[in-house]
C-alpha cells in the first residue's frame, strides 16, 4: 500500500522548474493587468488612482482569484502548464480539489498580505509620529519573518520539490498534472548537427586568418602552369607584357620582378607589402627588386598591338 502511494506520487510529481515558471507567469498576467487597467485613466487627472491603488489592485486580484483558482483550481499560469492545486490533507489518493475554506484562505494571505503590506507602507510614509514607531517597528518584524519564513521553504521546496510558496504550505495544497504526462522522447540529432556545423565554422574563422591565400594561389598556379626558361630578351619581355601576371588586364604603370613577366605596379606593390616572400605566380621566381618597364619595350608592345 505504501508503494502504490509513493508511486502514485512520483508519476503525479511537477517539476520545481515548471511550478517557478507558474509563480512567474501570474506575475505577468499581474503586470499586465494592471497595465491596461491604468491605460484606461490616461486621459484623467495624474494620480486619480494613487491614493487608492492598494484597494483597486486588490479588487483585481480578487476578481482573478474567483475565475481561476476558486472555479478552476488553479491560476492562469498553472492552466497553461497543465497544473492544478491538489488538497494534501486527503487521505485518499484520488484527486481531490482544495476545499472551499482553503481558497479563501488563499485569497487572505496572498491578495489580503500584500493589501496589507502596501496600506501600511503608505500609512506610515505618510505619517511620522511618534505613536506609530512602535507599531511599524512590529510590522516591519512580522513581514521579515514571513521573509524569512518564506526562504525557508523556498530552500526546501528546492530540496523536495513541493510547496513552492509558504502559503501552499501553511494551507497543505500542492501543485499535480491536470492530465497524466506521456514519456517525452527527445531526439538529439538536430543538436548535434547544430554543434558540429558550429565548431566548423569555428575552427574555419580561425584558421583562415592564417592561410596566406595569395602565396598559395601562386603557388598552385605554379603547379598547374608548366615552367619556362626565363630567357633575358627584350623580344620574350615584349610578348608577356600584353598583361598583368596577376590582374589579367593590361598592365598600369608596368614594372618587372627579375623575371619576363609584367605586372602592374599596384597589383606589384601590394602583394610584395602582404607577402614579403612574394613570388611570380607565373614561373616563382623571387622579388629581387620592382623595376619600371623600359620605355623602348613599352614602344615595342604598342606598336606590336
Known amino acids: 500500500m505504501a508503494s502504490r502511494k509513493e508511486n502514485a506520487k512520483s508519476a503525479n510529481r511537477v517539476l520545481r522548474i515548471s ?3 507558474a509563480l512567474e507567469l501570474n506575475k505577468a498576467l499581474e503586470q499586465l493587468v494592471w497595465s491596461q487597467f491604468t491605460q484606461c485613466f490616461h486621459g484623467f487627472k495624474p494620480g486619480l488612482l494613487a491614493r487608492f491603488e492598494p484597494e483597486v489592485k486588490a479588487c483585481l486580484w480578487v476578481f482573478l482569484w474567483r475565475f481561476t483558482i476558486y472555479s478552476k483550481n488553479a491560476t492562469v499560469g498553472q492552466s ?10 486527503s487521505p485518499n ?17 496572498t491578495i489580503g498580505g500584500r493589501w496589507l503590506e502596501e496600506r501600511c507602507y503608505d500609512l506610515f510614509r505618510n505619517h511620522h509620529l511618534a505613536s506609530f514607531g512602535k507599531v511599524k517597528q512590529c510590522v516591519n518584524f ?20 513541493q510547496f513552492a510558496t509558504l502559503t501552499e504550505r501553511l ?3 500542492h501543485s499535480v498534472f491536470c492530465k ?13 548537427r547544430e554543434l558540429l556545423w558550429h565548431g566548423f565554422a569555428e575552427f574555419l574563422i580561425f584558421l583562415l586568418p592564417l592561410i596566406n591565400v595569395q602565396k598559395l594561389k601562386a603557388k598552385l598556379s605554379s603547379w598547374c602552369i608548366p615552367l619556362t626558361g626565363a630567357p633575358n630578351s627584350d623580344n620574350t619581355l615584349a610578348t608577356s607584357g600584353k598583361e598583368c601576371a596577376l590582374c589579367g588586364e593590361w ?3 608596368p614594372h618587372t620582378i627579375g623575371c619576363e613577366h609584367i605586372f602592374c605596379y599596384f597589383c606589384a606593390k601590394s602583394s610584395f607589402l602582404f607577402d614579403v616572400y612574394f613570388t611570380c605566380p ?19 608592345e604598342v606598336n606590336a598591338l
Not at 512580522?142 to 520539490?161: M, S, T
Request: proline letters at 6%.
Open 171 to 173: 494551507l497543505g495544497i
Open 93 to 109: 489518493l484520488r484527486y481531490q480539489p482544495p476545499s472551499k475554506n482553503q481558497k479563501i484562505w488563499y485569497a487572505v494571505c
Open 80 to 89: 497553461v502548464l497543465n497544473i492544478k492545486y491538489k488538497n494534501d490533507f
Open 282 to 300: 607565373k614561373c616563382g621566381t623571387e622579388v629581387h627588386s620592382l623595376q619600371p618597364l623600359k620605355s623602348g619595350i613599352e614602344m615595342s
Open 180 to 192: 497524466p504526462q506521456n514519456i517525452r522522447e527527445v531526439g538529439f540529432e538536430y543538436m548535434n
Open 142 to 161: 512580522v513581514i521579515g519573518l514571513l521573509k524569512l519564513g518564506g526562504l525557508i521553504n523556498f530552500l526546501i521546496f528546492l530540496q523536495r520539490g
Open 19 to 21: 511550478q517557478l515558471d
Open 251 to 253: 598592365p598600369t604603370m
